[in-house]
């Protein structure tokens, strides 16, 4: 009888161990499927604020970008003049660093150049990111532009089918941080925004910030 008694405490026992060793286990497994995956996490780029190397991935509609570095010399980019869209896109994001207390920005139309033609560019090849064809990005743009610049950031915007296409793009801006940096940055000290649209309608924003 005491043998009998004595099997199903030492079998609860056993089962009772193998059950522990198994949630152990499970635990475990559990714990290093969670490193990894935290550590695959954490090893994408997610960080907007960033220099020459390749652009992570962005929202669609919107995209920025902010590099320092020393000034630099190359041949001038020809200044030009604002249109409609462009002063208004311009005039209110002055109205935005107004509202924060920031000196609005100085418009410069050797900046409007360079913006203009990566606009222009996404719209005929149809493709929205910071990088242009051929790997070409902003710090290669201002290299050939020949305007001196100490800290430079860039958003870009597209929107389609909207009245006011530069109010919606400045209003995605304002609601994301990272392009609202961008655009509230104290210490840019001049900028220009080139617009382009589509024959089907899409609109293409780029605007770039300097500090002299």
């Known amino acids: 009888?005491?043998?009998?008694?004595?099997?199903?405490?030492?079998?609860?026992?056993?089962?009772?161990?193998?059950?522990?060793?198994?949630?152990?286990?499970?635990?475990?497994?559990?714990?290093?499927?969670?490193v990894s995956f935290a550590?695959?996490?954490?090893?994408?780029?997610?960080?907007?604020l960033i220099t020459a190397s390749r652009p992570s991935e962005q929202p669609q509609q919107m995209q920025h970008r902010m590099s320092a570095r020393p000034a630099v010399m190359a041949r001038a980019s020809?200044?030009?003049?604002?249109?409609?869209?462009?002063?208004?896109a311009f005039n209110a994001i002055n109205v935005e660093r107004a509202k924060k207390g920031l000196s609005p920005l100085v418009w410069d139309g050797a900046l409007c150049h360079v913006a203009r033609r990566h606009s222009e560019n996404m719209g005929r090849f149809n493709f929205f990111?910071?990088?242009?064809?051929?790997?070409?990005?902003?710090?290669?743009?201002?290299?050939?532009?020949?305007?001196?610049?100490?800290?430079?950031?860039?958003?870009?915007?597209?929107?389609?089918?909207h009245d006011d296409p530069t109010g919606a793009a400045i209003d995605q801006w304002m609601h994301s941080p990272k392009h609202r940096?961008?655009?509230?940055r104290r210490d840019f000290t001049h900028s220009a925004i080139g617009i382009t649209r589509t024959s089907d309608g899409r609109v293409y924003l780029t605007q770039v910030f300097i500090t002299r």
């Open 1 to 34: 009888m005491s043998r009998y008694n004595l099997f199903p405490r030492i079998a609860v026992s056993r089962s009772a161990s193998l059950l522990f060793l198994c949630l152990l286990s499970l635990i475990f497994l559990g714990a290093t499927t969670g």
């Open 39 to 48: 550590q695959s996490s954490s090893g994408r780029p997610v960080a907007r």
């Open 78 to 88: 020809a200044p030009v003049a604002a249109s409609g869209l462009e002063r208004q």
């Open 129 to 161: 990111d910071h990088e242009g064809p051929g790997g070409t990005n902003l710090l290669d743009r201002m290299s050939a532009s020949g305007i001196d610049w100490k800290s430079l950031g860039e958003n870009i915007a597209y929107n389609q089918g």
């Open 181 to 184: 940096a961008n655009i509230l």
